[in-house]
Nanobody, 121 residues
Framework: QVQLVESGGGSVQAGGSLRLSCAFS??????MGWFRQAPGKKREGVAR????????YDIDSVKGRFTLSRDKDDKIMYLQMNNLKPEDTGLYFC????????????????WGQGTQVTVSS
């Protein structure tokens, strides 16, 4: 079992920055990720990380702007978001997958409650 708690959301103007945090407890997941859901849209994966290697994958729309990292000792995952755009607005979720192997966005098993990010133009 993995428990996840997000924090760090808020409201900023376009071009601003936010850092989201996800504290996890229980067994260390095989991989973790961030998802977002904009109003009226489906939830989409944003970035994911393999906890063992630290290797990360981002979707094209956030490359060069978002950086995912984690501190295994403190059991926290971060999403540093720079140069935010209005289209980044949404409810951001932290997620985790315990089983090993692949780590695609449709395989995550555990979810946090979400933290709101609002970017105004």
């Amino acid at each position: 079992q993995v428990q996840l708690v997000e924090s760090g959301g808020g409201s900023v103007q376009a071009g601003g920055s936010l850092r989201l945090s996800c504290a996890f407890s229980g067994n260390t997941p095989y991989c973790m990720g961030w998802f977002r859901q904009a109003p009226g849209k489906k939830r989409e994966g944003v970035a994911r990380i393999f906890n063992g290697s630290g290797r990360t994958y981002d979707i094209d729309s956030v490359k060069g702007r978002f950086t995912l990292s984690r501190d295994k000792d403190d059991k926290i995952m971060y999403l540093q978001m720079n140069n935010l755009k209005p289209e980044d607005t949404g409810l951001y979720f932290c997620a985790a997958k315990s089983s090993t192997g692949t780590c695609s966005f449709d395989q995550f098993e555990y979810w946090g409650q979400g933290t709101q990010v609002t970017v105004s133009s």
